[in-house]
Structure formats: C-alpha cells, structure tokens
C-alpha cells in the first residue's frame, strides 16, 4: 500500500502563488510517475502535471509555463509550484502516482487539498 498526504493548498487572489506538497509513504519500489490533477465543482478531474520517476514531465495546456511539478526522491516528495493563478484554477487538487507491482500497476491517490483563486 501507498500513503499520500498533500499539503499547501488555500486561498490566494488571482495572479498569486502556491505551492502544493504531497509526501509518499509505503512499499514504492518500482514507481512509474507522481502527478497531480484536480476537480471543480460540476467537472470531471483532469491531469495537472505529472513527473516520471526519471524526471520527466507531462503538464495540461491550461497550466504550461504557470505550473511546475517537481520532485525530491531523498524526501518521496512531489511539488507542484503554481504561479499567476487563475480563478479557473479552482479545484481540490489530489495527489496521484503509479507503482507496478508482480501483479500490474496500481493507482494511489490523495485525500485532496482545496485551492481556492479569487478574482
């Protein structure tokens, strides 16, 4: 099993800052990728970011050159910095990653944290 709790999420004003942080814990040996997505009230959720275990990066249109994930492999630690936030950008962001074990990959997620732009 995988444990993932996110932090750093609140309230900012549009064009502002946040960092969100999600530290992993358990059995993570052969571990495909961390990311993040999130979901507005009334939508479906949808990838943010993603860094595979090897550094690289996937990101949605809708964050490229605003968002970056990151990782610290010392701390099982992901990042995602998000700048010049948007009211759109209000979700519950969830932590996510992909561990393959003998049987196949598996999901973990999150319990979520809210980030809330006001314009």
């Known amino acids: 099993q995988v444990q993932l709790v996110e932090s750093g999420g609140g309230l900012v004003q549009a064009g502002g800052s946040l960092r969100l942080s999600c530290v992993a814990s358990g059995r993570r040996y052969h571990e495909n990728y961390m990311g993040w997505y999130r979901q507005a009230p009334g939508k479906q959720r949808e990838l943010v970011a993603k860094?595979?275990?090897?550094?690289?990066?996937t990101y949605a249109d809708a964050v490229k050159g605003r968002f970056t994930v990151s990782r610290d492999n010392a701390k099982n630690t992901v990042y995602l910095q998000m700048t010049n936030l948007k009211p759109e950008d209000t979700a519950v962001y969830y932590c996510?990653?992909?561990?393959?074990?003998?049987?196949?990959?598996?999901?973990?997620w999150g319990q979520g944290t809210q980030v809330t732009v006001s314009s």
């Open positions: 996510n990653t992909e561990v393959t074990y003998s049987l196949g990959p598996r999901e973990f």
């Open positions: 860094i595979t275990s090897g550094g690289t990066t």
